[in-house]
C-alpha cells in the first residue's frame, strides 16, 4: 500500500509561472512532511518541510500547503525558474522515528 | 561540515555476487539511513541505524543487511544480487535534533548484470 501518493508525474511551466505539487497521505499518525528537491546525479536535497500544526509555510518562493482533514499537501513554486527544473518528492514520517515514506516524485522542466 | 559522503559512486557486479557500499555521514551525525531508488518504484526506505543498532527497517528481504560502526560510517551489504537490485543507493544522516532533517548523500549507482 502507498503511504505517500504524488501527482503530477511531470509538469512544464513557463518561467515566471507557478508550479503546484500535490501529495496525499494515508496515515494520520504522519506529523512531519518534507518536500526534496533532486538533480541528476545528486541526492534528493530538503526545500522545505512543515508539521500538522500550521496550514502554510513560506520560504521565499516556495510555500506548503497543508490540509490535514483532507490528508493532503501541496508545495508551490511562485516565478519558476529555469534552473527549479528538478525532480520533487514528497515525504511523511512520524516524528522521531527516522522512516520516511516518499512519494513517486514529480519531474519539473521550467521553459525559458 | 563536508557533506553526506558515499562510495563507491558507481558499481558493476553480475547476479549471484555480494556487494557492499559505505557511507559516511555528516560529522557530530549519529542517525544513518539507506534508501534505495528505482525509477518503478521510487524512493523506499531500506534501514536506519542509530548508535550502532538499527533502529527502523523496511520492508527489503534478508539479503539486505547493514551495520554501523563506533564513528558512525555505515556499510549496507546485498548478497546474492539480483537484476532487479540495479538501483540508486541513497544514505541519509541526520543529527536526530527535533527538525529530524535528513541530509542525502550522492548514491551510489549500482548495476547488476
Known amino acids: 500500500q502507498q503511504q505517500v501518493k504524488q501527482s503530477p508525474q511531470s509538469l512544464i511551466v513557463q518561467k515566471g509561472g507557478i508550479s503546484i505539487i500535490n501529495c496525499a497521505y494515508e496515515n494520520t499518525a504522519f506529523d512531519y512532511f518534507p518536500w526534496y528537491q533532486q538533480f541528476p546525479g545528486k541526492g534528493p536535497a530538503l526545500l522545505i518541510a512543515i508539521r500538522p500544526d500550521v496550514s502554510e509555510k513560506k520560504e521565499g518562493r516556495f510555500t506548503i500547503s497543508f490540509n490535514k482533514s483532507a490528508k493532503q499537501f501541496s508545495l508551490h513554486i511562485m516565478d519558476s525558474q529555469p534552473g527549479d527544473s528538478a525532480t520533487y518528492f514528497c515525504a511523511a514520517s512520524i516524528l522521531g522515528f527516522n522512516k520516511f515514506y516518499f512519494g513517486s516524485g514529480t519531474k519539473l522542466n521550467v521553459k525559458p | 561540515k563536508a557533506g553526506v559522503t558515499q562510495t563507491p559512486r558507481y558499481l558493476i557486479k553480475t547476479r549471484g555476487q555480494q556487494v557492499t557500499l559505505s557511507c559516511s555521514p555528516i560529522s557530530g551525525h549519529r542517525s544513518v539511513s539507506w534508501y534505495q531508488q528505482t525509477p518503478g518504484q521510487g524512493l523506499q526506505f531500506l534501514f536506519e541505524?542509530?548508535?550502532?543498532?538499527?533502529?527502523n527497517k523496511g520492508n527489503f528481504p534478508g539479503r539486505f543487511s547493514g551495520r554501523q560502526f563506533s564513528n558512525s560510517r555505515s556499510e549496507m551489504n546485498v548478497s546474492t544480487l539480483e537484476l532487479g537490485d540495479s538501483a540508486l543507493y541513497l544514505c541519509?544522516?541526520?543529527?536526530?535534533?527535533?527538525?529530524?532533517?535528513?541530509?542525502f548523500g550522492p548514491g551510489t549507482r549500482l548495476t547488476v548484470l
Open positions: 541505524y542509530f548508535s550502532e543498532t538499527q533502529r
Open positions: 541519509a544522516s541526520s543529527s536526530r535534533t527535533s527538525t529530524d532533517t535528513q541530509y
